[in-house]
């Protein structure tokens, strides 16, 4: 997992629409369960042969399927038409220049609640993956990837009105195999708002080409 910037301006505005849209929606924000990612939890989920890739805890709301929202509908159908067009700019929206799929999918669209807010350590050994996750955060937390011995934690960055402003975003590779785990944490007093699009494992180059899209002017 690592770190890259966000300098593509267009996709910067579409984010901000994403995440105003995002915080808009009615969330029921809950205490439990707390955040668990010590290392002692994650080495006994490493020695678990029946762990099958996804979080066994997490505290967020979830907007990856449909949302039951005000009998007016009109959220849900905002958050329906905000998903389809960000999803379709990632497929097609990069031009000629850049590899394209229609194979990049939303892996997890949610916000957490602060301090609670988080996501338990899981592997996706389940749906081996490539990933790009966009986070929004007014407050502070982090995302924290572990391969064997190797650790890596990314801070969420706060800039307010400067470059990217809130916006942090990792990539990286979840494989089949199993070998690399994720885990996150919302530790400030403000929501945290998560943008992850995934493509399967075996389309390296589009997901490269997706970075250098996101890292360029």
Request: charged letters at 25%.
């Amino acid at each position: 997992m690592k770190q890259v910037p966000i300098k593509n301006i267009e996709l910067l505005k579409r984010l901000d629409s994403f995440a105003s849209i995002l915080y808009q929606l009615p969330h029921t924000f809950r205490a439990l369960p707390k955040p668990d990612l010590t290392f002692a939890t994650l080495k006994t989920l490493m020695a678990d042969d029946k762990f099958v890739g996804y979080p066994k805890t997490h505290n967020y709301q979830s907007y990856e399927g449909e949302v039951a929202v005000t009998p007016s509908g009109r959220y849900k159908k905002r958050l329906r038409t905000e998903k389809y067009f960000f999803l379709k700019y990632m497929q097609y929206g990069m031009g000629e220049h850049y590899q394209q799929h229609e194979k990049w999918y939303f892996d997890t669209l949610t916000v957490m609640p602060p301090r609670w807010g988080h996501t338990g350590w899981h592997n996706s050994k389940n749906k081996g993956r490539h990933y790009i996750r966009f986070i929004h955060n007014a407050g502070s937390g982090y995302s924290i990837s572990v391969t064997g011995k190797k650790q890596v934690t990314i801070k969420d960055q706060r800039r307010g009105q400067m470059g990217a402003g809130n916006w942090t975003c990792v990539v990286g590779s979840m494989g089949k195999d199993g070998k690399v785990w994720f885990a996150d944490h919302n530790t400030g007093s403000r929501p945290r708002a998560v943008i992850d699009v995934s493509i399967p494992e075996r389309y390296t180059s589009e997901w490269t080409n997706a970075i250098k899209f996101i890292t360029e002017y």
